[in-house]
């Protein structure tokens, strides 16, 4: 039995969006499963040149790949179509994940990684525009949201999986990696292609003009104001409030737990604003959130914080993918996403090279309270810029 949109156009199977969903919350999993296996990673490499580098290397490394790749499996999927890039991807993200689970040199797992980030940057792109083309424009705003929310829940379950399976050795968490080939088969079983038709009232773009710049830039600010809290905030939080590993954990999955709220919420919220007011309001949280965490005093203000930032996160991908999927023709969705794809991943490459020579200057609780003050600056900018183009 098949639901209906309220435009009375028929949705997609539930096991065709299930296997979607379920793709999606492989990106989520790229750096968060083996942050707890570092420590042990950095013993057993102790003895390799360059060791404490390179293990950290090894977080970064598919963010790397994933910005210089997205663009052109983007454009790869326009000629053989998204699918069988999805399916490829998710070979290589089995292939690149998973090599850490016998590979025993870091240049090997460096470039391990790297595949993996490959991977990634495919599975992104393609599995947003999919889960686009297989629904009415009416019911973007619903199915992005939950999109959103299945990425914030497996970011908790990375975050937990990751820890209880380095606790029994640092390859552990490379294991997680190979749910990618079960999500595999179900692709293939039930994801097809869609034949996507472009509203005629819709707003339309190429990928390159200057308003989807403009997107991308929201991309790549919010990214690089919000990931100072996974990268400073387990510092800042054993600074104030005397947290250690666990609690800080505990902390960052609450983040992922209000993100997966929101997104679940979604749908309405976009029923009743557009992308702009959206956006805008991610920014407001950001602002918010990141200015509570640096001038708190002890752990309760401090996780307050967070909290309210995670509302920012919740917003941000279905916003913002929303955003770019509804100012593009159907045939250009994957490139625009791709292109989105690079600048968010080019915000966590960048946002820890900006925020700590300002942290070793005036402290991580200025440098969280800055954070908040850019945030709020964009906020202002999409605000105006919105006005401006209604009036």
């Not at 790869?76 to 069988?84: A, C, D, E, I, N």
Request: proline share 6%; net charge positive; hydrophobic share 55%.
């Amino acid at each position: 039995m098949t639901e209906t949109t309220v435009t009375g156009v028929a949705r997609p199977p539930r096991p065709l969006v299930a296997t979607l969903l379920g793709v999606s919350t492989m990106t989520i999993m790229a750096s968060a499963t083996i942050t707890p296996a570092l420590p042990g990673m950095e013993r057993h490499f102790a003895g390799q040149p360059h060791a404490e580098l390179l293990v950290r290397l090894v977080l970064t490394m598919p963010g790397l790949a994933i910005m210089v790749s997205a663009p052109l499996l983007a454009r790869l999927s326009g000629r053989t179509g998204r699918v069988p890039v999805l399916a490829a991807c998710l070979v290589l993200y089995t292939l690149g994940g998973g090599s850490g689970l016998f590979l025993d040199s870091l240049p090997a797992l460096l470039a391990g990684r790297a595949l993996l980030g490959v991977g990634i940057a495919g599975v992104m792109t393609t599995s947003t525009a999919l889960l686009a083309d297989h629904h009415d424009t009416s019911d973007h705003g619903r199915v992005l949201g939950l999109q959103g929310a299945a990425m914030g829940f497996g970011g908790v379950v990375a975050l937990l999986l990751g820890g209880v399976l380095a606790a029994v050795d640092w390859r552990g968490p490379f294991a997680v990696y190979l749910l990618a080939l079960p999500l595999l088969v179900l692709v293939l079983r039930y994801v097809p292609e869609a034949d996507a038709q472009q509203p005629p009232d819709a707003e339309t773009a190429t990928p390159w003009q200057p308003r989807l710049l403009g997107r991308y830039a929201v991309m790549f600010l919010g990214v690089v104001v919000f990931y100072t809290v996974p990268t400073q905030a387990p510092f800042w939080l054993a600074e104030v409030g005397g947290a250690g590993p666990a609690a800080a954990g505990a902390l960052i999955a609450a983040v992922n737990l209000v993100m997966t709220v929101v997104g679940l919420n979604f749908r309405w919220l976009r029923a009743r604003w557009d992308f702009p007011v959206l956006v805008t309001a991610m920014f407001v949280a950001f602002a918010v959130g990141l200015v509570v965490l640096g001038v708190a005093g002890g752990l309760a203000t401090a996780a307050v914080g967070m909290v309210v930032v995670g509302v920012g996160i919740g917003l941000q991908n279905p916003a913002v993918n929303g955003w770019v999927v509804a100012s593009v023709a159907p045939g250009t969705r994957t490139k625009a996403l791709g292109l989105l794809t690079s600048a968010l991943f080019l915000g966590q490459f960048a946002s820890p090279l900006l925020a700590q020579p300002v942290a070793d200057a005036v402290g991580l609780g200025r440098t969280f309270v800055f954070a908040g003050v850019l945030a709020a600056v964009v906020g202002v900018v999409v605000a105006v810029v919105h006005f401006l183009r209604r009036r």
